[in-house]
């Protein structure tokens, strides 16, 4: 999970008309309404199996893949 500090750092990187974008899309975007399916719920069961057992990737490491 990522930090508030690192969440700044991110948001610092983007440029002004992309922050006032995104705002936007978040104020008017409309509520999930799609179910949450029987074989979505599956898979994300086995990713936190995975996740509990070690298999996960740590947030430092994606981070690093991307240059953040």
Do not use: C, N, W
Request: charged fraction near 30%; avoid cysteine; glycine fraction near 2%.
């Amino acid at each position: 999970m990522p930090t508030k500090q690192q969440l700044h750092e991110l948001v610092d990187r983007l440029p002004e008309a992309e922050v006032a974008m995104v705002h936007r899309s978040l104020l008017t975007a409309p509520p999930d309404d799609e179910p949450y399916t029987d074989e979505q719920q599956r898979r994300d069961a086995e990713a936190r199996a995975a996740h509990l057992r070690g298999e996960s990737i740590p947030h430092e490491v994606v981070l690093r893949e991307f240059g953040l």
